[in-house]
């Protein structure tokens, strides 16, 4: 079926002023006044069963984008009902911190320390692409046991998913289109696979995957015929077009106008399923951007001091010490066979960079550090801070530092994986029966958008590292 991007529906909600917990909400005009509850089904007097749950991620938007956002016709409809300002878990990159969307925990509990696989040595590591990596329960395990059907569409860590009825992954096979297309549907859940069939053509290929058009195709059937209590979707179009262009380009303004068509779809299949009036819709983000002035190799450094081996076609052959880059960051590895004085060895020439005007290092934060901090932990022993702007590489060859001066300067333009309370924040915008229309949050975590969820859908996560946000609420979902 063809739809209109621009005719999806109006998701019925009423309003009531937020309810202050730890956030504090802007007051006055902005809230607007309790609906008539007479109105449509939106706020029954009793819920025997939670309201359907469609959270779309789209990935790098930021809290600055939410203006223009709001001039397109689909993300207003959301923007209008309740929304916040989200901070992201450490690392700031896109695998931690959908992650933390799913468990309400940061990165020390749910095990998800970083896009890539730490993989010494290969150039183009392979991600966190396995849902079994997961260290806790997901939103997902919570849901099958309580008996609630889920859907999961290009979400982050979902490949080989346990306990989503309906997962179809995002995982790349490096190879190209076919082979990925291939490794799609293997990692699909059985139920999925026939969406994957259905759409496969839809991937495509120009450098590096897309999956926009073929997760909002996968998506909007899944709605249509399965109407599962809660679906995820990832979209990236945003973020790839900010590393690739820079963070206010026209490419970047053309890449929000693409995905406000694909929520329009989205909401247009709710409402051929008869559950608009039903279904709460959440637009969540995962992080900020920052522009990138230059690309800093660590790992040569590494080389230089007899601390990476390679071989005479300078391939790694063996390492004590590595530094793994997370976007404007990177963890310090060491061997786990290393000896103390190769330890105290790497600690000194870190602390060396650190004091040399010439490196562009910024700071090294143990990890005992980072833990309290950031609840952050993994097989490392702390996180190396670039200076502004500063973004890490994995390789071990070439110069150490690359400028945008440079001419063979050809890397991002924009990249993440800041201290989470730098620079420009992430949002969380949500709409629906459970919505209170108006509401305002200056600041909310990644993690709470988790609880959030679950608590949208009369689910509990066990040690969660957030809290509702019960100041985007209303009616029952407010005070329950």
């Known amino acids: 079926m063809t739809t209109d991007p621009n005719a999806g529906p109006t998701i019925d909600s ?37 309201h359907r749950l469609v959270v779309i991620s789209v990935d790098a938007m930021s809290d600055v984008d939410v203006p223009f956002a709001r001039t397109l016709p689909n993300f207003a409809r959301i923007f209008e009902g309740a929304w916040a300002r989200a901070t992201a878990i450490y690392p700031s990159v896109t695998y931690p911190n959908h992650t933390a969307q799913v468990t309400g925990r940061t990165a020390a509990g749910h095990g998800i320390y970083a896009n890539e696989l730490v993989q010494p040595g290969v150039r183009r590591p392979d991600w966190f692409w ?112 900010r590393h690739a262009t820079g963070r206010f380009t026209p490419e970047v303004k053309a890449a929000l106008e693409r995905v406000d068509g ?23 983000s995962d992080h900020g951007h920052v522009e990138v002035g230059r690309c800093w190799r660590p790992n040569t450094l590494l080389v230089d001091e007899g601390l990476v081996r390679v071989d005479a076609d300078g391939e790694v052959e063996s390492w004590d010490a590595w ?41 090294f934060h143990p990890s005992a550090d980072m833990r309290e901090r950031y609840g952050y932990d993994g097989p490392f022993l702390g996180v190396l801070e670039g200076t502004s702007g500063t973004n890490f590489q994995n390789m071990w060859d070439g110069r150490s530092l690359y400028t945008r001066f440079d001419e063979d300067y050809s890397f991002l333009l924009s990249q993440h994986g800041h201290l989470p309370e730098q620079d420009i924040q992430a949002v969380f915008a949500l709409q629906g029966p459970d919505a209170a229309q108006g509401a305002r949050i200056p600041r909310c975590t990644v993690p709470d958008e988790a609880v959030t969820f679950a608590h949208l859908l009369g689910l509990e996560i066990p040690e969660a590292d957030g809290a509702v946000v019960r100041e985007m609420l209303t009616g029952d979902a407010a005070r329950g």
């Open 323 to 363: 530094v793994h880059a997370c976007g404007l960051t990177g963890q310090l590895h060491l061997h786990p066979e290393a000896s103390d004085d190769v330890r105290a060895r790497v600690l000194e020439l870190v602390q060396g960079w650190v004091a040399d005007p010439e490196v562009p290092l910024e700071a």
């Open 130 to 241: 396995d849902a079994r990596a997961i260290a806790c329960p997901t939103i997902f395990d919570l849901a099958k046991a309580a008996g609630l059907r889920t859907a999961t569409v290009n979400w982050p860590v979902t490949g080989w998913a346990p306990s989503t009825d309906f997962s179809v992954p995002e995982i790349v096979d490096r190879r190209g289109l076919e082979e990925t297309r291939a490794l799609v549907r293997e990692a699909a859940s059985e139920s999925a696979r026939e969406y994957v069939d259905r759409h496969s053509e839809l991937i495509e290929w120009t450098k590096k995957p897309h999956f926009g058009r073929f997760a909002t195709s996968v998506a909007v059937d899944v709605i249509r015929e399965q109407q599962p209590h809660a679906l995820f979707i990832h979209l990236v179009d945003v973020d790839s077009e």
């Open 14 to 50: 009423t309003a009531v002023p937020a309810v202050n917990r730890t956030h504090t909400p802007t007051v006055g005009s902005s809230v607007a006044p309790a609906a008539d509850p007479t109105v449509g089904s939106a706020t029954p007097a009793a819920r025997t069963e939670p």
């Open 262 to 284: 694909w929520i329009g779809e989205i909401l247009a299949a709710i409402e051929d399923a008869g559950l608009a009036s039903s279904t709460n819709v959440a637009i969540v």
